[in-house]
């Protein structure tokens, strides 16, 4: 394989056959292959694409790259994953569900970086929770309860993690078959059999229009479908933030509502769709009242206090969990139905207020957040609380104040997306 001839051929549009790709992915990973002539291929697959066998291939390449997890002693693995949101706090509510109802989940979940947060750093505003489990401790613990989420473990896809800062730094990010494969590199790795996507489209998500979303759903399926995994997309809206909390002790405290049969309607619905998709996909018989019982009936918050405390989490402390002491509110200056409550922004305040990293490795507040008191659809009046911002004081506060100026379009009716706008099987 020469690098050149393989970064000319994707220039005039070529299919790669399976081994020159994996001699030129592996021989960047082992550093045989410089970083610009990674660069010149990924902006030629940006402008040329990629064939679904060619992106399947990679996926395969990468996920190959470093550790797999082996899952197979386990009942119905299954796993959730989505392409970030804002207030999106399901994967909480989702993971004990399906372990209550014969799932196994054993996740490895992402920190939040910029306006979006992550899992993990919500699970740890819960008093002692452990993010970092041992391989053995993770295995045992998904096999004794349903349930084990951890931070993700650097051997894990290595290919992906280099391609994707070189991706950063070239402006070539945004390429379906470059997202897709990157995605599910670390998703084949981490070894469940079923996985359900949320592909979120909005103001607020990576995919800003519905088409966007579903070339990437569609390619995700078919990576799942060449890998012999069961894999479901469903396109969910991020016209505005999900539920009414957005931070991290308070989107554990709207999780717990969630649990408890209780919880913002939006955050009920989704939940409900993901995890009845991947049950089924799983091969589980279950439809989505079923579902719904096992939230209705404390079988998902049961489960859900088991996990916390097998990875050291205090149970005793759910329901006073710490959250600012200090509130502001930002007040419609219109009158009319509530269009849109751009999620980007919102999130952007809660990282003013000190909620949301720069950089990789940053130390956030776990207590500041939002709560959103208004949903798409909903009239306003001049004058009315729109979010209330929990926080500290100091000058952040008139940051996320200015992050929030212009987050909410008020005016009068139009056609408005639906909360789940397809499901891709
Ligand atoms: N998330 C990923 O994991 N990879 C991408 O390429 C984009 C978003």
């Not at 391989?135 to 951890?150: K, N, P």
């Not at 329901?319 to 219109?334: C, F, Q």
């Not at 996320?400 to 639906?418: F, N």
Request: charged residues 25%; aromatic residues 2%; negative net charge.
């Amino acid at each position: 394989m020469n690098p050149v001839e393989v970064i000319l051929a994707k220039r005039r549009g070529e299919e790669h056959a399976h081994d020159d790709l994996e001699a030129f992915v592996l021989g960047f990973v082992g550093g045989e292959i410089p970083d610009y002539q990674v660069a010149a291929w990924l902006m030629a697959v940006c402008w040329r694409g990629m064939s679904e066998r060619e992106t399947a291939d990679l996926t395969r390449i990468m996920a190959a790259s470093g550790d797999q997890l082996d899952l197979a002693a386990l009942p119905h693995t299954l796993d959730k994953h989505s392409t970030g949101g804002v207030g999106d706090k399901t994967t909480i509510v989702l993971a004990p569900l399906v372990a209550s109802l014969g799932g196994t989940i054993a996740k490895m979940s992402g920190r939040g970086l910029g306006h979006t947060g992550g899992t993990i750093d919500k699970l740890e505003s819960i008093p002692g929770f452990r993010a970092t489990l041992s391989e053995s401790e993770f295995l045992r613990q998904a096999r004794d309860i349903g349930v084990a989420v951890t931070g993700q473990s650097g051997e894990l896809a290595p290919a992906d993690g280099l391609l994707y800062a070189l991706r950063d730094a070239t402006a070539t990010v945004a390429s379906v078959p470059l997202i897709a494969s990157s995605v599910m590199s670390k998703k084949l790795a981490s070894g469940a059999r079923s996985l359900v996507l949320d592909v979120k489209v909005g103001h607020g998500a990576f995919m800003k229009s519905e088409e966007e979303a579903r070339a990437l759903a569609g390619a995700m399926v078919a990576i799942g479908r060449h890998a012999g995994r069961n894999v479901r997309a469903v396109l969910s809206n991020m016209d505005e933030p999900l539920g009414n909390a957005v931070g991290h002790a308070v989107e554990v405290i709207e999780a717990l509502a969630t649990l408890r049969g209780d919880g913002p309607p939006d955050v009920r619905a989704l939940v409900l769709v993901l995890a009845t998709e991947v049950l089924q996909a799983s091969g589980l018989d279950l439809d989505e009242g079923d579902v719904a019982a096992a939230l209705a009936d404390g079988r998902a918050a049961e489960r859900f206090e088991r996990w916390i405390a097998a990875q050291g989490g205090d149970v005793s402390a759910l329901d006073a969990l710490e959250v600012a002491p200090n509130t502001s509110v930002w007040r419609a200056t219109s009158s009319g139905e509530l269009l849109a409550l751009d999620a980007e922004r919102v999130g952007l305040a809660v990282a003013r207020l000190g909620g949301g990293r720069r950089r990789k490795g940053d130390a956030i507040d776990l207590a500041v957040g939002a709560h959103v008191h208004v949903k798409v659809g909903d009239h306003v009046s001049a004058g009315d609380a729109l979010v209330t911002l929990l926080h500290r004081g100091g000058s952040a506060v008139e940051d996320a104040l200015l992050a929030l100026e212009g987050a909410a379009r008020i005016g009068s009716s139009e056609v408005r997306r639906p909360l789940v706008l397809d499901v891709v099987r």
